[in-house]
């Protein structure tokens, strides 16, 4: 009696997979989580280029100090370490856009009809050997898993990692995306073009800009001496 409760259990867990396999109920939520974690990658991506533009624009910001002797200082130069840091998050966030545009293409391949018409036909193969009293042929048995873990391994894994990231990680990237946000509206001060006012008024007197710098110093006394 056991045996027979196994095979039917068996035979029930192999048609739920074919039935899954043609209404494609897990494919339409991994494709919406993919569709989210693709727009927040490339999100990511972008703010984290234009932040790595306005750190780049930073970093070109000269000043020079034309008191006793003439130096130029580059303030910018301190954001180097930032600089490598966001362009090594933005090649990150490009990896996963692509990773996120690959799973999309493996989870259209996966749910083609011809996969699903392919799948069911071996299932049925299966189950006739099985309810027959036959053991079904190894290879069969094998190309049988096969054919279910790349049917079902992408919405799988799409789906569960989904749930991790919103259990786990997603208020963190939210707050990550904030403080992005916020680095970039302070780094923006530094440019030229907006930030040296600010940063010339905060300097000492001694301190001009880098055309004044072009401007010889001249006393009387020490020329005339």
Same mark, same amino acid.
């Given at each position: 009696? %056991? ?8 035979? &029930? ?12 109920p897990?494919d339409?939520?991994?494709? %919406? ?35 006793? #002797?003439?130096?130029?200082?580059? !303030? ?5 370490? #930032? ?5 090594q998050?933005?090649?990150l966030?490009?990896?996963?856009s #692509? ?23 071996v ?6 050997? %099985? ?5 079904? !042929? ?9 054919l ?29 995306? #904030?403080?992005i946000?916020?680095? %970039? ?35 009387? &006394?020490?020329?005339? &001496?």
């Open positions: 009696m %056991k045996k027979y409760i196994e095979k039917f259990a068996l035979f &029930g867990v192999l048609i739920i997979i074919v039935a899954f396999s043609w209404l494609k897990l339409a939520t991994a494709e %919406k989580h993919i569709d989210e974690g693709l727009n927040r990658a490339l999100t990511s991506f972008a703010v984290a280029r234009l932040l790595n533009g306005v750190i780049s624009v930073a970093q070109g910001t000269e000043i020079s100090v034309t008191a006793f #002797v003439g130096a130029t200082l580059t !303030p910018g130069q301190i954001l180097d370490p #930032v600089n490598d840091l966001v362009e998050f933005s090649e966030m490009l990896i996963a #692509v990773s996120f545009g690959i799973m999309k293409i493996l989870l259209n391949i996966g749910s083609f009809w011809v996969f699903s018409a392919i799948l069911s036909g299932v049925l193969a299966w189950v006739v050997f %099985k309810s027959t009293g036959r053991i079904p !042929p190894i290879l069969l048995t094998k190309f049988l898993l096969v279910i873990f790349v049917r079902f391994s992408i919405p799988i894994v799409t789906v569960g990692s989904d749930i991790i990231f919103k259990q786990f990680l997603e208020e963190k990237f939210n707050e990550s995306q #904030v403080s946000e916020s680095g %970039k509206k302070q780094l923006t001060s530094f440019a030229p073009s907006a930030g040296m006012p600010q940063l010339a008024e905060a300097l000492p007197p001694t301190v001009s800009s880098q055309s004044d710098a072009t401007q010889p110093v001249q006393e009387k &006394g020490w020329i005339d &001496g």
